[in-house]
């Protein structure tokens, strides 16, 4: 609908003399706020700078450019300076309808492009915590990974890990200096206490931070067997306790990055930098200075030669466009690296990549608890594994109360998906620029604005269906719409535009707003307009089977999956 719309006002406001892209248009239109101004409005505030005249003005020369109302709309009126468009809703409640039960798993898709798209994002460094923070950050990518190839990209999913470095050389120092007796253990508890030890302890002596120095050195050159044999060792086990929570999170990917695997790449482009006399030698170590454009100076390498994560981006980011031939660059990446991203982007101007601009910042704030911000530095944050044994845990006792002799293989796996619909859906609602005070009261909640509350929603429709057990006709009577009714078809008539928007914004939040907005006019049909045995069964067994495939389709372009029961 907002695709006719955007249209006809493309071609009436031409025809004033005044010529406007389709998004220009397109951003403008609104659902109003009440049935009886229209089911789309078209405010004309924006145009009186171009058309010279009052708003009201503007909304008639419009309207009176509109020589016919197009197929699938009952109205065009005017009131005030906005222009409002009346759709025959019985028209639009089969057709919508229909579409949906046709199209199923694919309605709301498009191919608006078809790049090769590398979406970035997790990047938890080894040898430290995965932690609720980090959860935003894969769940913002996997989401948006989920809408790119929704939209008709093909989608390379990227994890770039900080496995050296000194927080590793930190790490593997207090292991042999205090924890050489303990065996090391796949367990990502186990993993961060120690890099949280040689935090307290180093803090305590400054002058310890000598003996981790020389470790860094080591390491880097690799001269040293045993210290190499104990990083590969405890790097694996750090790795492979990472890809138990992917699985977990329902996420994947398809391309690993390493930072010891640009040590010798990001020496190289340092180098290469001080040939071409972008970055220069200060105090022994390579540097750029930006600070004629407000972002500082960069440093690429340190006195000692060890390579920074600085000189590593830029090789990375030219081996992502050489070597898997993308045409899009995503970073998903946390708000308190934004310096760094535009540092790494104003230093790619300077050395004239031809693809700068196809590389895309995604920005995301912390996750703090109620006492403050998180820090893995200090140990004072929730880990992966204790969250998601909290979440479980409640929600097999919720699970109990509804299904007292379900079996403790169903109460495992239902569970499960409901802590992962509850965690993910809360850091997807708020907007990625938000910081989330993370309570776990709210996390827990089974009502109300949550992941929960919309599995609850699905699973509902369902047993609607289930216990109808009618086959749907292709061919239903909508006879005289309710109120419920037509708020219901109008927003699942809505999910494309939303999509559409995710995608252009890259912004997942949008689409759990809709998800939770859908659940709830869907429980206010479900409360007033009664389905099975009622005279209009077909009708509305059909839309609550609509209702279904969309919710599915939203939620899956969240990273979420559905239940069948709760």
């Known amino acids: 609908m907002k695709q006719i719309i955007t249209s006809l006002l ?23 706020p009440s049935p009886e101004l229209g089911d789309y409005s078209f405010p004309c505030f924006f145009l009186i700078e171009k058309f010279k005249q009052e708003p009201s003005r503007i909304a008639l020369d419009i309207r009176r450019k509109i020589t016919k109302v197009p197929e699938g709309f009952q109205d065009i009126q005017t ?20 579409e949906i039960l046709s199209k199923k ?22 040898h430290k915590a995965f932690h609720v923070g980090h959860i935003r950050g894969t769940t913002i990518g996997e989401s948006l990974a989920r809408i790119f190839e929704f939209c008709g990209n093909e989608v390379i999913r990227a994890n770039y890990q900080g496995d050296s470095g000194m927080h590793v050389a930190k790490w593997i120092w207090c292991y042999k200096k205090y924890h050489k007796k303990q065996k090391l253990k796949e367990d990502e508890s186990w993993i961060a ?16 931070q000598e003996q981790v120095d020389l470790i860094n050195k080591m390491l880097a050159e690799r001269s040293d067997k045993e210290l190499d044999s104990l990083w590969k060792k405890s790097r694996k086990l750090s790795l492979d306790s990472f890809e138990k929570i992917y699985r977990e999170l329902n996420t ?12 010798k790449r990001g020496l ?23 600070k004629k454009y407000n972002l500082g100076v960069w440093v690429l390498l340190r006195k000692d030669q060890t ?17 898997f031939k993308i045409n899009r660059n995503v970073y ?7 310096m760094h991203m535009a540092q790494l982007f104003k230093t790619l101007e300077l050395m004239n990549f031809p693809k700068v601009k196809e590389c895309k910042y995604v920005p995301f704030s912390e996750v703090r608890l109620p006492t403050g911000k998180m820090s893995s530095r200090t140990g004072e944050n929730i880990l992966y594994s204790d969250f998601i044994k909290e979440i479980t845990d409640y929600s097999k006792k919720e699970i109990k109360k509804r299904f007292p002799s379900i079996s403790k293989k169903e109460l495992e796996s239902r569970s499960l998906k409901i802590s992962i619909a509850s965690i993910k859906y809360s850091m997807l609602k708020q907007n990625p620029n938000k910081v989330i005070i993370f309570k776990k009261e709210d996390a827990l909640n089974f009502e109300g604005d949550s992941g929960a509350y919309i599995l609850y929603t699905y699973a509902r429709a369902g047993s609607i269906l289930e216990k109808a057990n009618k086959k749907l006709k292709e061919k239903f009577d909508t006879g005289k719409l309710e109120e419920k009714e037509i708020e219901l078809i109008k927003k699942l008539s809505q999910f494309k535009d939303v999509v559409s928007n995710a995608y252009k914004t890259m912004n997942p939040n949008v689409l759990a707003n809709y998800s939770y907005q859908l659940c709830q006019i869907f429980n206010e049909f479900y409360h007033s307009c009664p389905v099975i045995d009622s005279e209009k069964e077909q009708f509305r067994l059909s839309l609550v089977t609509a209702l279904r495939q969309v919710l599915k389709n939203s939620v899956y372009l969240l990273g979420i999956s559905t239940v069948e029961e709760m």
């Open 332 to 338: 998903v990446i946390g708000s308190a690296q934004s």
């Open 105 to 126: 798993e694919k309605y709301g898709s498009f191919s608006q492009e078809k790049n090769k798209v590398m979406i970035e994002f997790s990047q938890p460094n080894t």
């Open 268 to 290: 190289d482009m340092a180098e290469k930098l001080l040939k071409d006399e972008i970055a220069k030698i200060s105090e022994g170590a390579v540097i750029i200075d930006l």
């Open 10 to 32: 493309k071609e009436a406001i031409k025809k004033n003399g005044v010529s406007l892209r389709n998004e220009e248009i397109e951003k403008f239109i609104e659902i109003p």
């Open 79 to 98: 009131s005030g300076a906005y222009i409002n468009f009346f759709v025959n809703r019985k028209d639009l409640s089969k057709q919508i309808i229909q």
């Open 193 to 208: 206490s120690i890099y949280v030890d040689a935090i307290k302890r180093l803090s305590k002596n400054e002058k310890l």
């Open 307 to 323: 390579v920074l994560y600085s000189a590593k981006d830029l090789a990375l980011v030219k081996e992502k466009f050489e070597k």
């Open 252 to 263: 994947h990917f398809d391309v690993y990055f390493f930072e010891s695997e640009m040590e």
